[in-house]
Each structure stands twice: as structure tokens, then as C-alpha cells.
């Protein structure tokens, strides 16, 4: 089976633009997380989205925002691009179900976006 | 919410010994804590997890144990390879609004000399 599968993989942007990242989770999975990775630190938690809704999100500015489709497949939008946002975007899928626990992620390779 | 320490940043070892790599967390409510590795340029991959209703869990070289009352748990790795070389992250969950997510300690950078 296919895993956690991301695009573009690289992404060159100015300040100021806007970008969208694209995620399809293993089959099967519901829950489409996104985390964002600085380099030298560890992912930090941006959204969670569990059955087309919104169910965590990080401490991120509004500038950020995503949707999952029926599909299950999720895109990661960012608006207004400022130097900083350069980062490592990490999908991550589950087998969550609301109530049975944490289950684990289980990420894809990511899109490195750049930020000129 | 959940905060995660994870130490050393870095841990050098030869070939053929053990490492360990340790992490701290605050919420008593976290029940599953998994490890990920990550190589240079690749995505994290899970290698391990354990949740808090046992006290360690084994996968050939590697192995990682939880003390719930002391809120920390460890990855163990014995007979270390080159291969092993990596960065290695802790994890626990938090609870956001209706669904979870998981903090991540900062990461410890194992290196394996042959």
C-alpha cells in the first residue's frame, strides 16, 4: 500500500504570495494532520483534520488555513508568506476515531518550502 | 497543554554500543508516547511506541520504557550501527479541541562511528 504521499516536494516562494501544499493519507486513514519543521527542531503541530472538519489546531497565525475533501486527501493553504514560514510542511495520517485514542502518525516526505 | 523535554541534543557513540535517549513530559493524561527517526532529508519515520498501560516494549535492538509516576520515558538502542545514525525524536500527545495532537521534543542527533 501506498504511503502518506505529499506535493509539490520543493516549493520556491517570494514574500508576500501565496501557497498551497497538497496531502493523500494512507488508504484507509481519516485523520490528516500538518506540522510544520524548522530546521535543527522537531515538527510542530499546525492542524488536525478528522472527517472534513477541523478538529485541533496550533498556535499558528490566521494566515494559515486547510481543508480535507471527501476523499480524505487535505491541502494546507498559506497566504501573505513572510521569510519564516520557510520550513520543512509535514502531512501525517492516522487511523484516528473519535474517542478510541491517540492512534499513530505516520508522516509523508513532506514539501520543503523556501521563502526569498 | 503538553510539554515534552527530550536530552542529550547530541550522543556520539562507537559501533557496537548502547545508547540512550530520554524525555520528560508534564500532562498525566498522555498515554502513548512514540519515537521517530529521522535521517537527513527524509520524513520522520515511527520506529517505536508504547502506551501507558505497560512499562516497555521490545523490537530487536531497540526497545523504550515509561515510568507514568516520574512522567518520563526512554528509547534504548543496543548494539548501535552505523546505520543507526540519525536524529531521533520523543513525542506525546495533547488534547486540541475535539481531536489530539503530538508535541515533539527538539530532537537528539545520534551519531555511530565504526
Known amino acids: 500500500d501506498a504511503g502518506v504521499t505529499q506535493s509539490p516536494t520543493h516549493l520556491i516562494k517570494t514574500r508576500g504570495q501565496q501557497v498551497t501544499l497538497r496531502c493523500s493519507p494512507i488508504?484507509?486513514?481519516?485523520?490528516v494532520s500538518w506540522y510544520q519543521q524548522v530546521l535543527g527542531q522537531g515538527p510542530q503541530f499546525i492542524f488536525q483534520?478528522?472527517?472534513?472538519?477541523?478538529?485541533g489546531r496550533g498556535n499558528f497565525p490566521d494566515r494559515f488555513s486547510a481543508r480535507q475533501f471527501p476523499n480524505y486527501s487535505s491541502e494546507l493553504n498559506v497566504n501573505a508568506l513572510l521569510l519564516g514560514d520557510s520550513a520543512l510542511y509535514l502531512c501525517?495520517?492516522?487511523?484516528?476515531?473519535?474517542?478510541?485514542?491517540?492512534?499513530?502518525?505516520?508522516f509523508g516526505d513532506g514539501t520543503r518550502l523556501s521563502i526569498l | 497543554g503538553e510539554n515534552v523535554e527530550q536530552h542529550p541534543s547530541t550522543l556520539s557513540v562507537q559501533e557496537g554500543d548502547s545508547a540512550v535517549i530520554k524525555c520528560t513530559y508534564s500532562?498525566?493524561?498522555?498515554?502513548?508516547f512514540p519515537w521517530y527517526k529521522q535521517e537527513l532529508g527524509k520524513r520522520p519515520q515511527l520506529i517505536i511506541d508504547?502506551?501507558?498501560?505497560?512499562g516497555e516494549k521490545k523490537d530487536q535492538r531497540i526497545a523504550v520504557t515509561l515510568n507514568k509516576t516520574a512522567k518520563h520515558f526512554s528509547l534504548h538502542i543496543t548494539e548501535t550501527q552505523p546505520e543507526d545514525s540519525a536524529v531521533y525524536f520523543c513525542?506525546?500527545?495533547?488534547?486540541?479541541?475535539?481531536?489530539?495532537?503530538?508535541?515533539f521534543g527538539k530532537g537528539t542527533t545520534l551519531s555511530v562511528s565504526s
Open positions: 500532562d498525566s493524561a498522555s498515554n502513548y
Open positions: 501525517a495520517s492516522s487511523f484516528f476515531r473519535l474517542g478510541t485514542g491517540e492512534q499513530p502518525q505516520h
Open positions: 513525542a506525546a500527545p495533547t488534547v486540541y479541541q475535539a481531536g489530539t495532537a503530538l508535541i
Open positions: 508504547i502506551r501507558s498501560n505497560v
Open positions: 483534520y478528522y472527517e472534513k472538519e477541523e478538529r
Open positions: 488508504s484507509g486513514h481519516k485523520s
